[in-house]
């Protein structure tokens, strides 16, 4: 298991208006670039917190957090708004998922959950996408946004999107789900930055790069973002929960389950009003989890590798944030060219893990050395938060 607490080093940098704390071992220049350039906004509070899985981001650092006061930062949340991670726990075990039943299930989900770019094969009813999601559209949501995006309801997604089938060192078996807001949180990013960018030009606003446009409190166009944003978090709750109904017909379908309970759904690109250092402001979490102390997270390692489900330890120098994942050390890029795809499923095939991927051809960009090691990781945030069960991996299904 990870490190004590007490081991952990956490660098503090003062190169900006306010310090940056970083648990991070390594962190890339463009990441501390990006991290300087978030210490010197004129409305950054206290100290920006630097996670140890963050890697340059747009903007700002995956894997970063920003206290506001009365601002919000587009690029700080991100283009995948209210993307995260839900867990499900099942009373199968390993004895009872055979190899077969394990294939026969991933296979019904590839089939029934799109992956990729696509939306669905049939037209989404609206009305009732509407009423589950529970929340009046805001204005601030185009039409043509919200058309596109509701197609897309109960989708996977692409990038280091991923639905993986998984146990535990006792046996028992799980399945966790990495996605969110689709098209949606994306088209609302790029506009509102776009017009935060504008805003900032035309009243001559102090901006440390044009990444980080905001919008002041009082802008009517934060109200209108924030909206848009809320509106986002809830949609990709939904989205992820019409996949694992997908997921568990998949396994009422070719298995004995009897139990497929939904225990965690957490984002991890998002912003929220809260209490830090005796002042009220704005957390930015990009690729973070909020982890105050007791608090259940869900923390997905590489293809290949550990996950892990902890709880918060509520460290208030990280404004009770913890890591969202493992983090990459390389670009996709860059793992494309260190490693065929082929040879990447043969590996995962003699490590006992079986892939299914919507783009054969990038699955490479998700490889295990493309990621920071998930043990270091959890061992640099034992602060931040304490580990309650080890999940590897059976099968994935990517996006």
Request: contains cysteine.
């Amino acid at each position: 298991m990870p490190a004590a607490a007490g081991s952990v080093k956490v660098e503090v940098l003062t190169r900006g208006r306010v310090p940056i704390k970083s648990w991070a071992a390594e962190l890339e220049s463009t990441a501390l670039e990006q991290a300087i350039n978030l210490s010197n906004l004129p409305f950054a509070i206290r100290h920006v917190a630097l996670m140890p899985d963050a890697h340059a981001g747009y903007g700002m650092p995956i894997g970063g957090v920003l206290f506001a006061d009365r601002a919000v930062v587009p690029y700080a949340i991100g283009v995948d708004i209210g993307c995260g991670v839900a867990l499900v726990e099942t009373d199968l075990t390993v004895t009872m998922l055979t190899r077969d039943r394990l294939e026969r299930v991933l296979e019904t989900i590839e089939d029934r959950v799109p992956t990729g770019t696509s939306s669905q094969k049939h037209r989404v009813d609206r009305e009732k996408a509407e009423v589950e999601i529970g929340l009046p559209l805001p204005e601030s949501i185009k039409e043509p946004w919200f058309e596109r995006a509701v197609q897309q309801l109960g989708t996977l997604g692409s990038g280091n999107h991923f639905l993986e089938i998984q146990r535990d060192e006792e046996g028992c078996v799980y399945v966790m789900l990495h996605s969110g807001s689709r098209s949606l949180g994306k088209t609302i990013c790029d506009e509102y930055h776009k017009r935060a960018l504008e805003q900032n030009v035309m009243s001559a606003s102090v901006l440390p790069h044009k990444e980080l446009a905001y919008l002041p409190l009082e802008a009517e166009d934060h109200k209108g973002y924030w909206a848009a944003m809320e509106y986002a978090l809830r949609f990709a709750e939904v989205n992820r929960s019409r996949m694992l109904d997908q997921v568990e017909r998949a396994f009422d379908k070719h298995t004995a389950i009897g139990r497929f309970e939904r225990t965690v759904d957490v984002h991890h690109n998002y912003a929220t009003w809260e209490h830090h250092f005796g002042q009220d402001g704005i957390v930015h979490r990009k690729g973070a989890v909020r982890a105050r102390k007791g608090e259940i997270v869900l923390i997905p390692g590489s293809m290949g590798t550990a996950s892990y489900v902890g709880a918060g330890l509520g460290n208030p120098e990280s404004f009770e944030t913890c890591q969202h994942g493992a983090g990459r050390a390389m670009s996709r890029t860059a793992a494309r060219k260190r490693m065929p795809s082929a040879e990447l499923f043969r590996e995962m095939e003699s490590l006992g893990v079986r892939v299914f991927s919507g783009d054969p051809k990038t699955a490479a960009e998700e490889a295990p050395f493309a990621y920071k090691d998930i043990e270091a990781v959890m061992a640099q945030s034992a602060d931040l938060v304490r580990p309650i069960r080890r999940l590897t991996p059976l099968g994935v299904v990517k996006g």
